[in-house]
């Protein structure tokens, strides 16, 4: 399977931005739709963002929309998830996946065909 790594995650204040990253190994991202998910503890796993590999089409879940966005960066075969006005609801670990094409991030149920879930990156929302 394909092995992505995910980096980027940190505590912040409510408010506060940060910026995930998800790194590709042995292939091209470009090729890919990348996929951001999240789970909070006792919670179900969240569809989070999607960019496709089709003129860089994006989704978004409505809780994130207009806050979060996501982008490549194929020099560096890498997917940022840019995440601003933070709120301790963001509070999550976050994995990246790469697919064919975006899922409905509406399916909790969600799981690449192409790659596993790593250990992916912890962020902390609290003041």
């Known amino acids: 399977q394909l092995q992505l790594m995910e980096s980027g995650g940190g505590l912040v204040h409510p408010g506060e931005s940060l910026r995930l990253s998800c790194t590709a190994s042995?292939?091209?991202?470009?090729?890919?739709?990348v996929i951001w998910v999240r789970q909070a503890p006792g919670k179900e796993r969240e569809g989070v963002s999607c960019i496709s590999t089709t003129v860089d089409f994006t989704d978004y879940a409505d809780s994130v929309k207009g806050r979060f966005t996501i982008s490549r960066d194929s020099a560096k075969n890498t997917v940022y998830l840019q995440m601003n006005s933070l709120k301790p609801e963001d509070t999550a670990i976050y994995y990246c996946?790469?697919?064919?094409?975006?899922?409905?991030?509406?399916?909790?149920?969600?799981?690449?065909?192409?790659?596993?879930w790593g250990q992916g990156t912890q962020v902390t929302v609290s003041s």
């Open positions: 996946a790469a697919d064919w094409g975006c899922p409905d991030l509406g399916d909790n149920s969600y799981s690449s065909p192409l790659s596993s």
């Open positions: 042995g292939f091209s991202l470009d090729l890919h739709a």
